[in-house]
Structure formats: structure tokens, C-alpha cells
């Protein structure tokens, strides 16, 4: 479907894929053909191997608005698809389950107001830069809604810490670079102009990993969190490790670090 995308931009670079979120007269909004778009690309992630690490960012002033809500109250949008059984509402929430089920890395540049439906893009990365005009916020409660939507009750206390999370869910208040730096929420604050630029020690420092121990990293990182213990968490790292030791990438990387060169892996 890649080659009909309209609402998003893929662009590859050797092995990584920058993905832009293209509707910028309307803040990067998501609307329903958004959705459909941002489905099929997290989904067609799991099983490309070609493709190791993926930036997220958005075109013009904005990171993502959020949902457009002008068009989702448009004619004929009440019969958006299902996803899993909850209308549009479970249908949208796949594309977070997606991003974190993809093994690639997702590397966030955001600029801009990140809000609702935009700051879960977000928080459902695994590393996040911010531009300096960086502001997000949880905004389903100013609308009447809960906070606790598309992941973000389960992301950003796992990020900031439960008071900062209850505060900025209870409120629904904008936490802007500075502060979001301060909390951990992102790695680094840059000039907005130099976020391309910020990503790129990151993105180089990952490909110098081999394939199956990025992959298996972040995987990894997913199910540790929620582990219920030490013993479990130590099972999923035992495994990841006896899968790894057995790969060519193993013994290359060995070699590599007793020669003093940088490896160079064939994901085998």
C-alpha cells in the first residue's frame, strides 16, 4: 500500500525508514484515512528485516494534533471500520499496539503541539528528541473524555512517574520541552531545525548493533517492564541471549571487538 499513502511520507535511507506524518494545513491531525495508512505501515514492520530502525516526525509546524475532530463529525465518518469490537476508537488504538509490537526502534522528533491521539504517537516510541517548540498534552479531558486513551495511562506513568503522569492526565495541561527533558519524558531538547540532525548519533550508534540484538533488545525492554519478577524478567533475557549466541552476528561481533574494528553484521 505504500506506494498510495496520502496522509504519510515513507522515506528509506539505507536501513532506516523516516516516516512523516503529511497533512500539515491541518497539524498533522489524524483523520480515518491516516489511520488505515499508519496501520498497514507499523504491520508490514514485523516481518522486514530491511529495515532496522524507523524516525517519526511530522510535516510543517506541528508533531500531530491530535484527531481531526472537524472531519471525524463529517458525513458518513460514523462508519469508520471496526477494531476490535470498539468502532473507530479500537480501530485507531491498533496503530499504538503496532508500534510497539513492530521490532524496530522508533525514534520520535517532535516540534511542535503533540497532543491527544499525536502525544501517544509519541510516548509509544522508544526514544524521543524534542524541538524547542515542542508542547504536549493529554487532551481526550478537555474534551470531555478521559485521559486514559490510546496507551497514554499505561505509557507515561512507565516514563515520568505516577505524579507527574496523574497531574498531566488529571489536568490535561501542556508540559513543554524543558520540562519534559527535567522528567525524563525525552532524551535531549534541540532547535527545531536541528532535530533531523539530533536523531542522527542515535540512528548510528543502533546500526553499529547487530539485527537480532536490536530487535531482541527492544522486545525485550517491552516484556521486562511488565515482568512480575526478577526470575521472569532474567527468562526472557536468558533466551534473547542463547538466541543471539547462536547467530553468525555473535561470533563477528566477537572477532570484531578482539581486532579493535567495527563489526559488520549480515543479520545472520
Same mark, same amino acid.
Given at each position: 500500500?505504500?506506494?498510495a499513502?496520502?496522509?504519510?511520507?515513507?522515506?528509506?535511507?539505507?536501513?532506516? !525508514?523516516w =516516516?512523516? =506524518?503529511?497533512?500539515?494545513?491541518a497539524?498533522?491531525?489524524?483523520?480515518?484515512?491516516m489511520?488505515?495508512e =499508519?496501520? +498497514?505501515?507499523?504491520?508490514?514492520?514485523y516481518? *522486514?528485516?530491511? /529495515?532496522?530502525?524507523?524516525?517519526?516526525?511530522?510535516? @510543517?509546524?506541528?508533531?500531530?494534533a491530535?484527531? +481531526?475532530?472537524?472531519?471525524?463529525?463529517?458525513?458518513?465518518?460514523?462508519?469508520?471500520?471496526?477494531? @476490535?469490537?470498539f468502532?473507530?476508537? @479500537?480501530?485507531?488504538?491498533?496503530?499504538?499496539?503496532?508500534?510497539?509490537?513492530?521490532?524496530?526502534p522508533?525514534?520520535?522528533?517532535?516540534?511542535?503541539p503533540?497532543?491527544?491521539? @499525536?502525544?501517544?504517537?509519541?510516548?509509544?516510541?522508544?526514544?524521543?528528541?524534542?524541538?524547542?517548540?515542542?508542547?504536549?498534552?493529554?487532551?481526550?479531558?478537555?474534551?470531555?473524555?478521559?485521559?486514559? +486513551?490510546?496507551?497514554?495511562s499505561?505509557?507515561?506513568?512507565r516514563?515520568?512517574?505516577?505524579?507527574?503522569?496523574s497531574?498531566?492526565?488529571?489536568?490535561?495541561r501542556?508540559?513543554n520541552a524543558q520540562?519534559?527533558l527535567?522528567?525524563?519524558?525525552?532524551?535531549?531538547? /534541540?532547535? *527545531?531545525?536541528a532535530?533531523e540532525?539530533a536523531?542522527?548519533?542515535?540512528?548510528?550508534?543502533m =546500526?553499529?548493533?547487530s539485527?537480532?540484538g536490536?530487535?531482541?533488545?527492544?522486545e525485550?525492554?517491552?516484556?521486562a517492564?511488565?515482568a512480575?519478577?526478577l526470575?521472569?524478567?532474567?527468562?526472557? !533475557?536468558?533466551r534473547?541471549?542463547?538466541?543471539c549466541?547462536?547467530?553468525n *552476528?555473535?561470533?563477528e561481533?566477537?572477532?570484531?571487538?578482539?581486532?579493535?574494528?567495527r563489526?559488520?553484521y549480515?543479520g545472520?
Amino acid at each position: 500500500m505504500a506506494e498510495a499513502y496520502r496522509t504519510i511520507t515513507v522515506e528509506r535511507r539505507d536501513q532506516v !525508514e523516516w =516516516l512523516t =506524518l503529511n497533512r500539515p494545513e491541518a497539524l498533522n491531525a489524524i483523520n480515518v484515512p491516516m489511520v488505515h495508512e =499508519l496501520r +498497514d505501515y507499523f504491520g508490514g514492520l514485523y516481518d *522486514d528485516p530491511q /529495515v532496522r530502525i524507523v524516525v517519526m516526525r511530522g510535516a @510543517g509546524r506541528a508533531f500531530c494534533a491530535g484527531l +481531526d475532530i472537524k472531519q471525524r463529525q463529517a458525513p458518513g465518518e460514523e462508519s469508520a471500520p471496526f477494531g @476490535g469490537g470498539f468502532g473507530f476508537q @479500537g480501530f485507531l488504538a491498533e496503530v499504538y499496539i503496532r508500534m510497539r509490537r513492530c521490532p524496530q526502534p522508533i525514534v520520535s522528533l517532535v516540534h511542535g503541539p503533540a497532543c491527544g491521539g @499525536g502525544f501517544a504517537f509519541a510516548l509509544a516510541s522508544d526514544i524521543r528528541i524534542a524541538g524547542q517548540s515542542a508542547r504536549m498534552n493529554a487532551a481526550f479531558i478537555r474534551l470531555g473524555l478521559s485521559a486514559c +486513551d490510546m496507551g497514554v495511562s499505561y505509557f507515561l506513568p512507565r516514563l515520568v512517574g505516577m505524579s507527574v503522569a496523574s497531574e498531566l492526565m488529571l489536568t490535561g495541561r501542556f508540559i513543554n520541552a524543558q520540562r519534559a527533558l527535567a522528567t525524563g519524558l525525552v532524551s535531549e531538547v /534541540v532547535p *527545531d531545525e536541528a532535530l533531523e540532525a539530533a536523531a542522527q548519533p542515535y540512528i548510528e550508534e543502533m =546500526l553499529t548493533t547487530s539485527p537480532m540484538g536490536l530487535r531482541l533488545t527492544k522486545e525485550g525492554l517491552s516484556l521486562a517492564v511488565d515482568a512480575p519478577s526478577l526470575e521472569a524478567a532474567m527468562a526472557i !533475557e536468558n533466551r534473547n541471549q542463547v538466541l543471539c549466541s547462536r547467530s553468525n *552476528d555473535f561470533a563477528e561481533g566477537m572477532r570484531a571487538f578482539l581486532e579493535k574494528r567495527r563489526p559488520v553484521y549480515t543479520g545472520t
